[in-house]
């Protein structure tokens, strides 16, 4: 595929993630989103390749600025840290972000968005990919059955383990171990 059909490709699959608020009267506004697959296909680092995920936006338009409430829910296919194996795990979060009209050179802060006065649409593409990724853990393990036992690859824990219980160590750190317990 040639990079220009690549990036057209890519803005159209991230078209229906912009809110053309300019014609939409003051009040609120509801917008449903789904993310799946090919909306993460268009983020090239992206440890997130699959996903099944809504997004509920309620836009509250104002005079001077846009109070977006999102409700992010559904499912993503992440590698688990311990087995190195995919699994769904299920994300869940809310985020609010106000959109202020106004220069350029007002400071922005993570809260709080700026576009000219001019613009009339938001691209939210971004924003969704975003608070998606800060929905996800830090630590990423398969859950616990609900006996209470790990549901991560087996064959792969037992081949952890193993190597755990060969704790032989090098003679060299040995030696060292020797004068840090001569220093104390």
Known sequence: MQPKNLICNILSALKRYIIQFGGLSIGNHNFEFHVDDAFFENFEYSEIKEGDVFVDVSLEKQETM?????????????????????FDLPISTNQQLIVKFGDEDFEETDDIFVIPFNEHKIDLSQ???????????????????????????PEIIKIIEGLSENNSTDNRWDALKKLKNKTK
């Open 66 to 86: 846009l109070i977006l409430n999102f409700s992010i829910k559904g499912n993503v296919n992440i590698i688990c840290d311990r087995c190195s194996d995919f």
């Open 127 to 153: 924003l969704i990919y975003e608070y998606i990724n800060l929905s996800v853990p830090i630590k990423r393990v398969h859950p616990d059955n609900k006996h209470g036992n790990s549901t991560c690859d």
